[in-house]
T-cell receptor
Framework: EDQVTQSPEALRLQEGESSSLNCSYT??????LFWYRQDPGKGPEFLFT???AGEEKEKERLKATLTKKESFLHITAPKPEDSATYLC???????????????FGKGTKLSVKP | NAGVTQTPKFQVLKTGQSMTLQCAQD?????MYWYRQDPGMGLRLIYY???????DKGEVPNGYNVSRLNKREFSLRLESAAPSQTSVYFC???????????FGEGSRLTVL
């Protein structure tokens, strides 16, 4: 069965303290891995898509990397405004029109204290 | 350009009552999705519509019905609400080429 597991469930950092979030997956043929950010009371907001092992993408203080078994979201010198829940997800099916059918992890809640 | 709009944002129901959650997207996307999000469970797909006139079940469809009214609108109906349907419901629509999901702000439903 396809699965996505995120760790840790929660992470508390001091401002400027770099760290990484983990997303491990077991799927029969990876068709992309997505990272989203979710603020309290809001819908998830897209961050990155990774398609192949070795691929990396960056946005401000965030960098996502992908291996054959897992993905990491590296946060460099975080600021309080980076506090949010970070979700990763993989596509469940490849049927036309179902590219939004994703298996989501339960998320990592990041808190960055000033 | 609002993206994905959901109504209502909050709703309280009694067990057995019915209600419809509305979703509209102004991005001219073909497909639309309904997810629910529960603490400790993550986001789970209820139903989706690959294109106007088609709907398909997701992971947790029991107790729900959907209607793809036109290309813009996709509604989710609870015919007889149960406490287990207390959740936050998100409507989403994927970009045509990138596949990234654009989510609405959510509808918070409590069933007493």
């Amino acid at each position: 069965e396809d699965q996505v597991t995120q760790s840790p469930e929660a992470l508390r950092l001091q401002e400027g303290e770099s760290s990484s979030l983990n997303c491990s997956y077991t799927v029969s043929g990876l068709r992309g891995l997505f990272w989203y950010r979710q603020d309290p009371g809001k819908g998830p907001e897209f961050l990155f898509t990774l398609y192949s092992a070795g691929e990396e993408k960056e946005k401000e203080r965030l960098k996502a990397t992908l291996t054959k078994k897992e993905s990491f979201l590296h946060i460099t010198a975080p600021k309080p405004e980076d506090s949010a829940t970070y979700l990763c997800a993989v596509p469940r099916l490849v049927i036309l029109g179902s590219q939004g059918n994703l298996i989501f992890g339960k998320g990592t809640k990041l808190s960055v204290k000033p | 350009n609002a993206g994905v709009t959901q109504t209502p944002k909050f709703q309280v129901l009694k067990t057995g009552q019915s209600m419809t959650l509305q979703c509209a997207q102004d991005m001219n996307h073909n497909s639309m999705y309904w997810y629910r999000q529960d603490p400790g469970m993550g986001l789970r797909l209820i139903y989706y519509s690959a294109s106007e006139g088609t709907t398909d079940k997701g992971e947790v469809p029991n107790g729900y019905n959907v209607s793809r009214l036109n290309k813009r609108e996709f509604s989710l109906r609870l015919e007889s609400a149960a406490p287990s349907q207390t959740s936050v419901y998100f409507c989403a629509s994927p970009g045509q080429n990138t596949g990234e999901l654009f989510f609405g702000e959510g509808s918070r439903l409590t069933v007493l």
